[in-house]
């Protein structure tokens, strides 16, 4: 079987079910270019064919699974070419996102990222890589939702899905990466609360291709070009 069986879906809804597989392949339980079938997932949830049919083309239509006719259905492959894509695309977009996020004067949302760095500093602490990327995502979530530019969003939501299986392959393969990434946020989210655009940006701009340039060699090593 495919997957370790967990407890079946208590009702039949394909975005639940989307939910659950787009969660291990994020965090790597199915595995790159991993086959997919419906009669598997189908078993393993405890429902139809119905709404896995309709909760694998969710994941299509967000780039984690791949179908071709007569060759069936697999997770999407992640490869070195594939990362450069996903990365310089973010360079850009996160830095806008960032600036516009640090331009706004909701004073309330902001303080919220006092208590995200306390909880990555704890997670690096313990060297709890799941738990750092956890919260780094909801960091994320929250400049997005201060920026309130909804076209800017949209197209960081085409590539987040893509984007967070690197993510979290380079907090668990590097501790140097959480680190790095722990001290960058910690300046981001002290310029965006401080309403410093310019700073926020450059710094967002920075991190990102620092964890895209140390990372490349590591990502073509394990995935391939």
Not at 145 to 163: F, M, S, V, W, Y
Not at 182 to 190: E, G, M, Q, S, V
Request: hydrophobic share 40%; charged share 35%; with cysteine.
């Amino acid at each position: 079987m495919i997957l370790q069986r967990l407890p079946k879906l208590a009702a039949a809804i394909p975005e639940s079910l989307a939910e659950m597989l787009e969660e291990e392949i994020i965090f790597g339980r199915l595995k790159s270019e991993e086959r997919l079938t419906e009669e598997v997932v189908a078993e393993r949830y405890g429902v139809s064919r119905s709404p896995v049919r309709e909760a694998l083309r969710l994941l299509e239509r967000d780039g984690l699974v791949i179908r071709e006719a007569r060759r069936g259905i697999w997770v999407a492959p992640m490869s070195q070419r594939d990362f450069d894509e996903v990365y310089t695309c973010r360079i850009a977009l996160e830095g806008l996102v960032a600036r516009q996020a640090a331009e706004s004067t909701d004073a309330v949302r902001k303080r919220e990222f006092r208590g995200l760095l306390v909880e990555l500093k704890e997670a690096q602490a313990r060297n709890d890589a799941r738990q750092f990327f956890t919260v780094d995502v909801r960091g994320s979530a929250l400049v997005y939702d201060l920026a309130a530019n909804r076209t800017l969003t949209r197209l960081l939501q085409g590539l987040e899905k893509q984007a967070l299986r690197y993510r979290f392959h380079a907090y668990e393969q590097d501790p140097k990466i959480v680190k790095l990434s722990l001290d960058d946020t910690a300046r981001i989210y002290d310029a965006i609360t401080a309403g410093d655009g310019d700073a926020a940006q450059t710094m967002t701009e920075k991190l990102i291709r620092e964890i895209w340039q140390s990372m490349r060699e590591k990502v073509r090593d394990y995935f391939g070009q």
